[in-house]
């Protein structure tokens, strides 16, 4: 039998409820109206449980005895579950693939579904890590994106979950959303700040084809987003959490010292991670593979005693190389440079020169982002993999 593999194991959990849609929004997710009978949270439930049970069956016959070392639960609306049902979550993959000593156990939840009461479940639970999804604390903004949540409760929630005794706790915010003004994105970094949550995930809004809010942008009912504006905006949250004491870590999450995402530096330096859930993606080694979508489908399967798998895919070398370069050059820490070719080596040296990317240590050195280049960084990893000049 193989030895046990020895990058880093994530488990990730995908949530498929949501009490409504965001405009937005274009997510594998399901309001009550949408399933009708077909599914609920506790058929959900049933079924994940016996899918982390064919997973570990599945890694354990391949040689791959690896705990989790973090684990992710996103949806979705995982505070949907309440602290119960993801107290039940945790103990299903502790019972399973089991979870090694300090793991990182990240649940993100809506703000209007939380509460102190909430919190303290979770932490009694196992969890280490909330996420919550703020998105802006201006009711204008919210309006637009058709938000659920009211423009405070983001905070209250950050406030209750640090109260709880959480020691990680993330704000997510999106920027550029058509009729924002500047004045709402200082508004929410000072109530951001003013919270002491230890990270920040802050992204520019992207109006995806076949949701409500790019049905409006199409019909003229709201403007489109302007890169201008997203330029502007990112470099105002990057000064305004820098001089809260804050890195960048990513191109787009900034924590003070201690507070990064260890699940998503998981898949931002080539780990590997099972997904379970409707429509959740996974990766081992040189095998990446994803579940059907819909909630009833995936429970059905399941109860046939089968993994919900829809596609698998084998990686050749020239696609995990790529992979590695599109992920490993959003960080701050960047890429070794021998991890590039002579010609793609050829390219980052003329970024370089444009001070889009800093070389260190020459051949044998690193290969990372300027400031410069962090707004730029698709195009340069595209130029870097693809620029045949």
Known sequence: MPDTPSAPFGVYLHVPFCSSRCGYCDFNTYTPGELGSSASPESYLDALEKELELAAARRE???????????????????????????????????????????????????????????????????????LGMQSASSAVLRVLERAHTPGRAFDAAREALAAGFDHVNLDMIYGTPTERDEDVRLTLEKVLETGVDHVSAYSLIVEDGTRMARKVRKGELPAPQEDV????????????????????????????????????????????????????????????????????????????????????????????????????????????????EREQHVARRFEGLGMLAITGGGAGRVALTDSGRLLADGIIADILFDEA
Not at 113 to 124: A, Q, Y
Not at 263 to 283: E, I, K, M, T, V
Not at 296 to 323: F, M, Q, V
């Open 61 to 131: 016959a391949a040689g791959d005895r690896r705990q989790a070392e973090t684990i992710f639960i996103g949806g979705g609306t995982p505070s949907m579950l309440g602290a119960a049902g993801l107290g039940r979550v945790l103990k299903a993959i502790a019972n399973t693939t089991g979870i090694a000593a300090g793991a990182e156990v990240t649940t993100e939840s809506n703000p209007e579904s939380t509460s102190p009461e909430f919190f303290e479940g979770l932490r009694e639970a196992g969890y280490t890590r909330i996420s």
């Open 230 to 341: 997203y330029a502007d905006r990112y470099w105002m949250i990057d000064a305004a959490l820098t001089e809260a004491g804050f890195g960048w870590y990513e191109v787009s999450n900034w924590a003070r010292i201690g507070g990064e995402c260890r699940h998503n530096l998981g898949y931002w330096r080539d780990g590997d991670w099972w997904g379970a859930g409707p429509g959740a993606h996974s990766h081992l080694g040189t095998t990446r593979f994803f579940n059907v979508k819909h909630p009833a489908t995936y429970a059905k399967i399941l109860g046939e005693g089968a993994l919900p798998i829809k596609e698998t895919e084998e990686l050749g070398a020239a696609e995990r190389h790529e992979e590695k370069v599109m992920l490993g050059l959003r960080l701050r820490e960047g890429l070794a440079m021998s991890e590039l070719d």
